[in-house]
């Protein structure tokens, strides 16, 4: 297999190793399995978010309050 040294490289959005934008990175933009499924747990979690305001669906008023 030849190396196509014109592929895109990004930073793995948890590690920071670098991961070329190619078939032999399947979980790309994360260089790994592993990482994929942590960064996933810290959005699950909650850790991370994007920010803004909170949008309250007008079907479910309830849903964004705290009990």
Request: with cysteine.
């Amino acid at each position: 297999m030849t190396a196509d040294t014109s592929a895109l490289s990004v930073k793995c959005p948890h590690c920071q190793r670098p991961v070329r934008w190619t078939d032999d990175y399947p979980f790309k933009p994360f260089c790994c399995e592993r990482c994929k499924m942590i960064d996933l747990g810290e959005w699950a979690a909650e850790e991370k978010k994007i920010p803004g305001e909170t949008i309250i669906d007008q079907d479910y008023p309830d849903e964004g309050k705290l009990h």
